[in-house]
C-alpha cells in the first residue's frame, strides 16, 4: 500500500512541477454529496452545485459513484457510451470516459456491473488508482455516492475533504439521515473531513433550520461529532420542470430560488478552508486503505 502511495504522490508531483493550468500549490477538493434514503434530490444538489462551482471558475468534475442506478447522466439528458466499469476493466482510460458538457462540467458515469471495490482484484486496484490521477487537475471533483450506506458509500466518504449530507424535511428523510451520520461516526476511524448538512426541499427558512437544529443537536449530544449546517434549497416549481426537461434547474433558471439557494452553498464551502492533510492523494490513499 505505502510503495502504491509513494508512486501515486511522485506522479503528482510530476505534474505540479509542469504547473499545468497554473494548479501548482493547489489542492483538488473532493466533496462527496450522500444521503440517508433515496428520493431526497442528492443527484440534483451535485450536479447544480458542480454548476454553481463552474460560474466562479473552477474546473469541476462529477463522478457517478452510485455502481447500481447511475443518475448523473440522466439528469443532463446524456448516454455516455462507457463509464468506470471500462476504466476499471482496463479497457478505457478515465480521460476517454470522461465526458464534457455543454455546461462547463465534466462527468464521469457511473460503474453497473461490479458491486464493492474492495473486490477489485490487485491489478484493478492499481489501474483504477494510476487512472483517478488523471483527475487530478480539477479543482472540485464532486462524487455523488448511491443513497443508503453500503461499504462502497462509506469508501467515498472516508476519501472525502467534504461530506455533505443532503435531507428533506420529511420524518423519514431525517431518521434515515441521522442513521447514516450515526454510521459514519461509527464505522469510519479517524474522521477527518468536514461533516456537512443540506436540507432540501423546504418551504420557508425556519422550517430548515428546525430540521437543521434537531440534526446538528442530535449528532453533537448522542455521537459527540459536529455536523455544520451548510445551507437549505427551497422547494421550487423550477426544480421539477427541469427534471422533466433533464436540464439543471442553474441552467433552466439561474435566478430561480433553487439556484440562489445551491450559490450561497458554494459560496460557504468556498469560505471553509481545505483542511492540512487534504487532496487527491489523500483522497485515494483513504480510499483504498479502508477494510
Known amino acids: 500500500m ?16 509542469g504547473g499545468a493550468q497554473g494548479r501548482e500549490g493547489k489542492k483538488t477538493r473532493i466533496v462527496t454529496v450522500t444521503s440517508g434514503k433515496g428520493g431526497v434530490g ?12 463552474a460560474r466562479i471558475g473552477k474546473k469541476v468534475v462529477v463522478m457517478d459513484a452510485d455502481l447500481g442506478l447511475a443518475n448523473v447522466n440522466v439528469m443532463l439528458n446524456m448516454i455516455p457510451k462507457f463509464n468506470l466499469y471500462h476504466v476499471i476493466r482496463k479497457q478505457k482510460t478515465m480521460r476517454e470516459i470522461m465526458v464534457e458538457t455543454e455546461y462547463g462540467i465534466s462527468i464521469v458515469a457511473g460503474a ?36 443508503g450506506v453500503s461499504s462502497n458509500v462509506l469508501d467515498f466518504i472516508a476519501a472525502a475533504d467534504d461530506a455533505v449530507i443532503v ?57 459527540n461529532l459536529k455536523v455544520e449546517y451548510l445551507g437549505f434549497i427551497y422547494d421550487d416549481v423550477t426544480v421539477s420542470h427541469a427534471v422533466l426537461r433533464q436540464k439543471p434547474f442553474m441552467v433552466i433558471d439561474p435566478k430561480c430560488k433553487a439556484s440562489l439557494c445551491v450559490q450561497h452553498i458554494v459560496g ?19 480510499l483504498f486503505g479502508r477494510k
Open 112 to 147: 453497473s456491473g461490479f458491486s464493492k471495490i474492495a473486490n477489485l482484484s490487485e491489478e484493478e486496484r492499481q489501474n483504477f488508482i494510476t487512472e483517478l490521477g488523471t483527475l487530478s487537475n480539477a479543482d472540485i471533483i464532486i462524487i455523488d455516492t448511491a443513497a
Open 2 to 17: 505505502e510503495d502504491q502511495a509513494e508512486k501515486l504522490r511522485e506522479m503528482m508531483r510530476k505534474k505540479s512541477d
Open 167 to 223: 435531507t428533506t424535511p420529511e420524518p423519514t428523510a431525517i431518521t434515515d439521515a441521522y442513521g447514516i451520520i450515526k454510521i459514519i461516526a461509527t464505522e469510519i476511524d479517524s474522521l477527518n473531513m468536514g461533516l456537512k448538512l443540506v436540507v432540501n426541499r423546504v418551504k420557508t427558512v425556519a422550517e430548515a433550520k428546525k430540521v437543521a437544529d434537531r440534526m446538528t443537536g442530535i449528532a453533537g449530544q448522542f455521537l
Open 42 to 53: 442528492k443527484t440534483n444538489v451535485s450536479v447544480n452545485m458542480a454548476l454553481a462551482y
Open 268 to 286: 460557504r464551502m468556498e469560505k471553509s478552508e481545505l483542511r492540512e492533510s487534504g487532496g487527491f492523494t489523500e483522497m485515494l490513499k483513504r
